[in-house]
């Protein structure tokens, strides 16, 4: 049995990417198998594709996938012909793929597929730095960099659903700034025109942020340290602004306490993965159900628009996620 | 009424340091007044001498003492006369000096007043970096770095009684090493003869340890980034070794998920060091009250010979603690 997938040919640009024939991957134990209906493109993606990344042993590109379940093993309460979504180890690009039974989440009634396939990378990662890293409490006060992003859009709503958190995002464009209030940011920041450090105290008493999602890096590092509270969690998942920091004064970490915490979900292990889907599950899925969290799309691109879609990504163009449809189902 | 007690004349070297006469503090509500026997030098006298400190509101140094309560608030459950040891916020090397009395350890029966003096600073310190920071759990892996610290022979005693972890020390001797293998240490290493990375790496299997406690800071950057296992945390609490590093690549901490935590103890707040304390005495003190873990003391001088004292530490003489003698009783 053949299926259509995506692969790399050598590490490099969109240009690399190929639609290609493959055996439909082989079932193991604990594991269903998914007929895919609606993928998504991440920035670990473009990584894996630069060849960078160094934890791909799928040939086949793609970590999150929503479809049906064509086969599920006896030790799953899955049933051929449920509709879920989650997280797959590689293998995502492409018409099936098999993931670990106790990662999928069932896609809840009121969504499409494609809705579907928005939600467990970014909502995962969102929640994985907001509370298992960043241990954000009630009422405090989170800046969320690249609010635009499908991490950002997700992070924003699930701090201002579940915490009450005094949000600040920032973004580059005054059209995602726009859409970051829409979900719920309390105060935005273009960091194309203004300070964010210097409007961060302001809006905070001089205090500064308690938590921050940083996808950003070097560029922002001096920034990032003068918006910070005491005590404050600094969650670095990204270096879209460069990996190397020069002079780093630890002197400035000690004297306000900052933890900081470097943190990737691709290459975390399996029950990392499931421990941290089903928590998802139990407390934020609920606002998914009723609709007062929202997965947001951008655009939707087929499988055989892979590298229009990967380099849109790159561009910055997108306000939430770029959806690969697979299948012919898009309900 | 007067009291002799170490003031700084003005910001520099242990020539600074200088014996007079004060008046005798005045009590607030919810303190209690200590008859100081004995109190001991710590690395934040240091700074706080050399006027880099920026948070000692008290002109006399000292942020811990041992003694006897002379006058106690209605509040408190503790009698005049008990002998009692703890922080306090500045003040420590005098004939007087007054605590918040839920921040003050009675003395188990079994130590002296001066080994009292060797508690609270570094086995807060200790605790509060391996278990409210380092989140340091059973049987993991923690280096010590300055293993025959204060600090150091507090965690090390710590770490291997409460969480029968596997310690690691580094130390610059032979004797201060051999100590540390007294306390309990499993494996010891000479930093000025061995590479500590490699060595770690060695005894752990390639994995790296999970918790590090950082007196160094940039000179060690390198190999305790080298040194640490995934999802390490390592704890910044000291900048011998210099404080700023030249280039930090931000994707090294987040490869290994390094949660990366600067503290320090002395500017915290009352409500954090009342808490911690109130832990401490939970946890660790029966551990204390038994003999199972030791203060340890290097010498004893007299509070005349404060710059002395000074010189002692900065020269990384000390195995242990530094005592003042303030008191006549030393028993």
């Given at each position: 049995?053949k299926?259509?997938?995506?692969?790399?040919?050598?590490?490099?640009?969109?240009?690399?990417?190929?639609?290609?024939?493959?055996?439909?991957?082989?079932?193991?134990?604990?594991?269903?198998?998914?007929?895919v209906?609606?993928?998504?493109v991440?920035?670990?993606?473009?990584?894996?594709?630069?060849?960078?990344?160094?934890?791909?042993?799928?040939?086949?590109?793609?970590?999150?996938?929503?479809?049906?379940?064509?086969?599920?093993?006896?030790?799953?309460?899955?049933?051929?012909?449920?509709?879920?979504?989650?997280?797959?180890?590689?293998?995502?690009?492409?018409?099936?793929?098999?993931?670990?039974?106790?990662?999928?989440?069932k896609?809840?009634?009121?969504?499409?597929?494609?809705?579907?396939?928005?939600?467990?990378?970014?909502?995962?990662?969102?929640y994985?730095?907001?509370?298992?890293?960043?241990?954000?409490?009630?009422?405090?006060?989170?800046?969320?960099?690249?609010?635009?992003?499908?991490?950002?859009?997700?992070?924003?709503?699930?701090?201002?659903?579940?915490?009450?958190?005094?949000?600040?995002?920032?973004?580059?464009?005054?059209?995602?700034?726009?859409?970051?209030?829409?979900?719920?940011?309390?105060?935005?920041?273009?960091?194309?025109?203004?300070?964010?450090?210097?409007?961060?105290?302001?809006?905070?008493?001089?205090?500064?942020?308690?938590?921050?999602?940083d996808?950003?890096?070097?560029?922002?590092?001096?920034?990032?340290?003068?918006?910070?509270?005491k005590?404050?969690?600094?969650?670095?998942?990204?270096?879209?602004?460069?990996?190397?920091v020069?002079?780093?004064?630890?002197?400035?970490?000690?004297?306000?306490?900052?933890?900081?915490?470097?943190?990737?979900?691709?290459?975390?292990?399996?029950?990392?993965?499931?421990n941290?889907?089903?928590?998802f599950?139990?407390?934020a899925?609920p606002?998914?159900?009723?609709?007062?969290?929202?997965?947001?799309?951008?655009?939707?691109?087929?499988?055989?628009?892979?590298a229009?879609?990967?380099?849109?990504?790159?561009?910055?163009?997108?306000?939430?996620?770029?959806?690969?449809?697979?299948?012919?189902?898009?309900?």
């Amino acid at each position: 049995m053949k299926m259509k997938g995506i692969i790399v040919k050598k590490p490099g640009g969109p240009e690399q990417l190929e639609l290609t024939e493959l055996p439909i991957p082989v079932l193991s134990d604990g594991e269903i198998l998914i007929k895919v209906e609606a993928a998504a493109v991440n920035r670990t993606d473009i990584v894996t594709r630069e060849g960078k990344a160094g934890y791909a042993n799928n040939e086949i590109l793609g970590v999150e996938v929503a479809g049906t379940v064509v086969k599920s093993s006896r030790t799953s309460r899955l049933q051929v012909g449920d509709r879920v979504m989650g997280l797959v180890n590689g293998g995502g690009y492409a018409q099936y793929a098999v993931m670990p039974a106790n990662r999928a989440l069932k896609i809840p009634g009121n969504f499409s597929f494609a809705e579907g396939a928005a939600i467990p990378e970014v909502f995962l990662t969102a929640y994985q730095t907001l509370y298992w890293i960043g241990k954000l409490k009630q009422h405090e006060t989170v800046l969320i960099h690249a609010g635009a992003s499908g991490v950002g859009t997700a992070a924003i709503q699930l701090a201002k659903q579940i915490s009450e958190a005094k949000v600040i995002v920032t973004a580059g464009s005054k059209e995602k700034l726009e859409f970051c209030k829409q979900l719920g940011a309390d105060k935005v920041i273009n960091y194309k025109e203004q300070s964010f450090d210097e409007e961060i105290l302001q809006v905070t008493d001089g205090k500064g942020v308690d938590v921050i999602l940083d996808f950003i890096g070097a560029s922002y590092w001096k920034k990032n340290l003068a918006s910070i509270n005491k005590g404050g969690r600094w969650v670095l998942i990204g270096v879209l602004g460069g990996g190397v920091v020069d002079k780093v004064n630890l002197m400035e970490l000690m004297a306000k306490y900052v933890q900081l915490s470097g943190t990737l979900l691709t290459p975390r292990d399996d029950e990392y993965k499931t421990n941290l889907t089903k928590e998802f599950a139990e407390i934020a899925m609920p606002y998914l159900e009723r609709g007062s969290i929202k997965p947001i799309i951008d655009t939707a691109f087929s499988i055989e628009e892979v590298a229009k879609a990967h380099q849109y990504m790159e561009d910055n163009r997108n306000i939430g996620k770029i959806i690969l449809q697979v299948g012919d189902r898009t309900y």
